[in-house]
């Protein structure tokens, strides 16, 4: 059980283009989704935290216009990034809390953004 | 905020036991402690999470200080396969949500 996924795993897209990347939690209600961006040899820098039917609490100095989401459901989230650029190449990892579970995150497998 | 301290690399040699530490000296008395472990190119994934008593899991166990200011994670019989950055987990109280903070974690090297 706890299983999140996300889609697409992996992504290729040109500089101006926006990219939309899906968090599902398949097995379990999720009132709370968080989202990670890692540079290479990196840790994992929290980016937003993501509660359903509410706007998402970004962190500082992550910009809410640029890096757009969307938790509609108890079972998706979603992240945009709005007018990609190079800089935003990263590896990007969701992560879900279920309902009534308070303390445990289980993490989807990430995906990989290259912006060219 | 409540930081975790790890030593930034370790090594054991395959089918040892393997003690990875972790500081976590300003800990609130109803912290969680959880751990996770990153493979390359993946999620983080759930190893193990405790609040003052050891716990053993099928992966492996945690041993909590008396004082929770520290915890090791206890691997039985390093494989190859558990090469991977674990990390030591507190979340953000301060917040007062239940958010994560990472730190650097422990890369753990396996050797054959």
């Known amino acids: 059980g706890a299983v999140v996924s996300q889609h697409p795993s992996r992504v290729i897209c040109k500089s101006g283009t926006s990219v939309k990347i899906e968090c599902r939690s398949l097995?379990?209600?999720?009132?709370?989704m968080f989202w990670y961006r890692q540079f290479p040899k990196q840790s994992l820098m929290l980016m937003a935290t993501?509660?359903?039917?509410?706007?998402?609490?970004?962190e500082q100095g992550v910009e809410k216009d640029k890096f757009l989401i969307n938790h509609a459901s108890l079972t998706l989230s979603t992240l945009t990034v709005t007018s990609a650029h190079p800089e935003d190449s990263s590896f990007y990892i969701c992560?879900?809390?279920?309902?009534?579970?308070?303390?445990?995150?289980?993490f989807g497998p990430g995906t990989r953004l290259l912006v060219l | 905020d409540a930081k975790t301290t790890q030593p930034n690399s370790m090594e054991s040699n395959e089918e040892e036991p393997v003690h990875l530490p972790c500081n976590h000296s300003?800990?609130?008395?109803?912290?969680?402690i959880h751990w996770y472990r990153q493979l390359p190119s993946q999620g983080p994934e759930y190893v193990i999470h405790?609040?003052?008593s050891n716990v053993n899991n099928r992966m492996a166990s945690l041993a909590i200080a008396e004082d929770r200011k520290s915890s090791t994670l206890i691997l039985h019989r390093a494989t190859l396969r558990d090469a991977a950055v674990y990390y030591c987990?507190?979340?953000?109280?301060?917040?007062?949500?239940?958010?994560?903070?990472f730190g650097t974690g422990t890369r753990l090297k396996v050797l054959a």
């Open positions: 992560s879900a809390r279920a309902s009534g579970e308070w303390e445990t995150q289980y």
């Open positions: 097995d379990f209600q999720a009132t709370t």
């Open positions: 993501s509660n359903e039917g509410s706007k998402a609490t970004y």
């Open positions: 300003t800990i609130s008395g109803t912290d969680y």
């Open positions: 405790g609040l003052t």
């Open positions: 987990i507190l979340r953000d109280r301060t917040s007062g949500t239940y958010k994560y903070i």
